[in-house]
């Protein structure tokens, strides 16, 4: 554990001398609603990037990339049915306030098709990797031109084939050509999600399992967002709950949230808008976000057979003159990972005190479909630059020196990359 602070305290350091903490975040959540939303929000299609040209002398020939699912309905039916099951008891009982028999109501109209298909992609997710699919060929053409080889791997889930098939759609509309192999199985899951491979497959790397030596996120809830205050709204007692929570992973109120961030990726209209204030809201969201950061500190090295599969197939495509991709579909939790890993524009960075976390890491950039690219660029003389790519806007390495603009060489990038590994070796289970 010494050495895993010590390692982020380091990253801390550096990511101070380049003035990248966003001081302004809480702004930046009260001007756009749509960022409370964090991973259970849709990917902003109007806010893809203009990409910058290509150092001199140097093209674009071979791309890694990973992918989130597009827009889905809630992946747990726990969504759901804890809801509507406090909901009838508190109907029963007679708790609800005017404004929660308002609520409940609207709600049991509701819930029904999201919960028949929980966990299924939307219409709205397959049409945000078609655009990226699309946006992809339409930056990088020379790369995809003529029959190109492209190798797609897909986690089990249906949400994941089908944007894996949406994102290959919108990259052949550029190039019909091409000659994309896609791939759906268990033992591509020790790739696409490590964690959640078959357990026969399934590896543990040191740091993973280590506690993080900071505020509990339920601990940062209680403290930071008198959830009292929003039960009050919806009930006139709702002492009645933790007796329903008792056998759950899941808490009621976890659930309402990831419900009023989420419901916005299948329907339009804001049903659920109004229960939240927008402080109540700005103060949800950080805790939501302060989760997800916290369960990474050290889950993020869980990925490091990803990582190691991306610079693998990264170098063994370098001098394969047909091959233009690999494409990989997965899940947030796992691109969480790999960028927190990484410290993609320092979202890795783990600060002194739990406030200071917003600063550092917005869930929101693990939106429904987020995406990460890798692109590759070589000169005559064989030297290898890359860049990053997240959510089709150029990215930072803060660990990395740049050769010029947010391009890094190759080289650079193994001899970081191969002391994490070194550093976090596989535990025999």
Known sequence: MKRLMTLWAGILLSCLVLSAQQYDVLDKVKA????SYGMEGPHRLDEFGTLSKAPAGYKPFYISHYGRHGSRYAWNSKTYTLIRDVFKKAGKKGLLTPYGQEFAAKYMDFYQEPYINTGDLVPLGYDQHLAIGTFVYEQFPQVFKGRKKVDALSSTGQRC???????????????PKLMVRMQSDHMGMGIIAPPSAPRAIRKT??????????????SFFQRTC???????????????IADMEKDEEETFLDQ?????????????????????????????WEAASYYSFYSDITARYGVIPLLQDMIDKSEASFDDTNRAAHLRFGHDYILEGLVTLLNVNNLGTIPAKPEEAKYWFQNYNIPMAATILFVFYKNKSGDILFKVVLNENEATLPELTPVTGNY??????????????????????
């Open 205 to 218: 790397f040191k740091g993973q399992k280590d506690t993080p030596e900071m505020e509990t996120p339920e």
């Open 256 to 284: 309402l949230f990831e419900l009023l961030c989420g419901y916005h990726n299948y329907v339009k209209e804001p049903l659920f808008d109004d229960l939240l204030t927008d402080d109540q809201r700005l103060k949800f």
């Open 408 to 429: 890094y060489r190759w080289s650079d990038f193994r001899a970081w990359t191969d002391q994490i590994i070194k550093d976090h070796p596989q535990i025999e289970n």
């Open 161 to 175: 084939i089908v944007s894996m098939g949406a994102f290959v759609t919108g990259l052949m509309s550029g190039n």
């Open 226 to 240: 008198n959830p009292q205050e929003v039960l009050d709204k919806l009930f006139t007692d709702s002492s009645f």
């Open 32 to 35: 756009d609603v749509r960022k």
